[in-house]
């Protein structure tokens, strides 16, 4: 799998935007960029993904580069509730017979978000 | 259920014991993840299963880790002649239905091997 970079760690105040950046020079045609968050002493959640159109959801934006070497994951207004572990994820999908798989997820580092009230 | 179960939450065993941990994934995911994260570490894959069969063995770290799945549903990693080394919390996901490629997690099983 592709690799990703991310910062080790960044802060913000409740209700201010949040920015997490993740660099991902040598991703594939093929790759989707997923985030994932982990809370403290809980399993990883899903956030958002895309491929190459920057997207929208209730939890969070998502905004790919025009090379898609890059992405930054965006929370309009950060609450303390997204203090958390933040992962940026490539990953390939495989068309066959039998349909589209998915596979594994390779998790990083990510990214520890910090949320001061 | 609504979310993916994952029993016992807490384990603790004495080195050389055999562990079974189980996962009930979402009703209808055909596929079903084991992942461990070790303190301090991130997140490591250890199997992947679409349906009964696994196509991804990789990262089962030894022969002491083997794992099945019945039915298309349950599943159980089974570590035998556990070692301190497999203290870790062990995740299980699934995944399915018409958003196939998000996985669900679990909220882990954490064992302690003393």
């Known amino acids: 799998d592709a690799k990703t970079t991310q910062p080790n760690s960044m802060e913000s105040n409740e209700e201010e935007p949040v920015h997490l950046p993740c660099n991902h020079s040598t991703i594939s045609g093929t790759d989707y960029i997923h985030w994932y968050r982990q809370l403290p002493s809980q399993g990883p959640e899903y956030v958002i993904h895309g491929l190459t159109s920057n997207v929208n959801n209730r939890m969070a934006s998502l905004a790919i580069a025009e090379d898609r070497k890059s992405s930054t994951l965006i929370l309009h207004r950060a609450t303390l509730r997204d203090a958390a572990v933040y992962y940026c994820?490539?990953?390939?999908?495989?068309?066959?017979?039998?349909?589209?798989?998915?596979?594994?997820?390779?998790f990083g580092q990510g990214t520890i978000l910090t949320v001061h009230p | 259920g609504a979310g993916v179960s994952q029993s016992p939450s807490n384990k603790v065993t004495e080195k050389g014991k055999d562990v079974e941990l189980r996962c009930d994934p979402i009703s209808g995911h055909t596929a079903l993840y084991w992942y461990r994260q070790s303190l301090g570490q991130g997140l490591e894959f250890l199997i992947y299963?679409?349906?009964?069969?696994?196509?991804?063995k990789s990262g089962l770290p030894s022969d002491r880790f083997s794992a099945e799945r019945t039915g298309g549903s349950v599943s159980t990693l089974t570590i035998q002649r556990t070692q301190q080394e497999d203290s870790a919390v062990y995740l299980c996901?699934?995944?399915?239905?018409?958003?196939?490629?998000?996985?669900?997690f679990g909220a882990g099983t954490r064992l302690s091997v003393l």
């Open positions: 299963f679409q349906g009964n069969s696994a196509p991804d």
């Open positions: 994820i490539l990953r390939a999908s495989t068309f066959n017979a039998g349909g589209t798989s998915y596979g594994k997820l390779t």
């Open positions: 996901a699934s995944s399915g239905g018409l958003a196939e490629d998000i996985q669900y």
